[in-house]
């Protein structure tokens, strides 16, 4: 399967602590992008990266947030000194630029904070 | 700004029902609209997507959606509903302000089906 993969799939860290996830895009996409999603609600976009430029980053990506992509294939997002109300869903999509713009989505990562 | 509202958080129908899944958007540009299911513990799948052409859109697993304009909706629908199709759907539309092709999502409509 050459879908989204994303690693890990669960985290649980205590408050204060570093996390880092990562995304593995679908190998020809160039675009790359990471949403949170929290309990009840639908994903809200986090950052975007066209190739390994990130292009746009959202209000919601505090100095703690930092995201890379390296080589403009896999990408990772670091979470500084966690806070609880950092617990979410961290998804990440890929889609291709001058394709269809349809984005797909990887399993995400299920942060918990305790 | 670009927005979607899903007018119901949570539709209960019954096995072989039809499905009717309500969404209004907003936007200042010719929009694209999706509409995504997310499983239980599994990730967003694109269930169709509309982008100018048809107005009628066909996705995967008998679903259907019809974009109008003068409404402003984009409400997906299914003849018949299997209980394999409860999940929680997104009624999505593509920022196209920022040329970066970010999602913008709605809140999301939790699909009940009753045996």
């Known amino acids: 399967d050459t879908g989204v993969s994303q690693d890990p799939r669960h985290k649980i860290t205590k408050r204060g602590q570093n996390v880092t996830f990562r995304c593995d895009p679908i190998?020809?996409?160039?675009?790359l992008y990471w949403y949170r999603q929290t309990l009840g609600q639908g994903p809200e976009f986090l950052t975007y990266?066209?190739?390994?430029?990130?292009?746009?980053k959202s209000r919601l990506l505090s100095d703690r947030f930092s995201a890379e992509r390296p080589k403009g294939s896999f990408s990772t997002l670091e979470i500084q000194r966690t806070e609880q109300g950092d617990s979410a869903m961290y998804l990440c999509?890929?889609?291709?630029?001058?394709?269809?713009?349809?984005?797909?989505f990887g399993p995400g990562t299920r942060l918990t904070v305790l | 700004a670009q927005s979607v509202t899903q007018l119901d958080s949570h539709v209960s129908v019954s096995e072989g029902t039809p499905v009717l899944l309500r969404c209004n958007y907003s936007?200042?540009?010719?929009?694209?609209l999706f509409w995504y299911v997310q499983h239980p513990n599994k990730g967003l799948q694109l269930l169709l997507k509309?982008?100018?052409?048809?107005?009628l859109v066909k996705g995967i697993n008998g679903f259907e959606a019809e974009f109008k304009k003068s409404e402003t909706s984009f409400h997906l629908t299914k003849p018949s509903a299997h209980m394999s199709d409860a999940a929680e759907y997104f009624c999505?539309?593509?920022?196209?302000?920022?040329?970066?092709?970010?999602?913008?999502f709605g809140q999301g409509t939790t699909l009940q089906v009753k045996p």
């Open positions: 999509a890929s889609s291709l630029v001058g394709g269809p713009d349809t984005q797909y």
């Open positions: 190998s020809e996409h160039n675009r």
């Open positions: 990266f066209q190739n390994e430029a990130q292009l746009e």
């Open positions: 936007s200042s540009y010719s929009p694209s």
């Open positions: 509309y982008t100018s052409a048809a107005t």
């Open positions: 999505v539309v593509s920022d196209r302000s920022s040329n970066t092709g970010k999602l913008i």
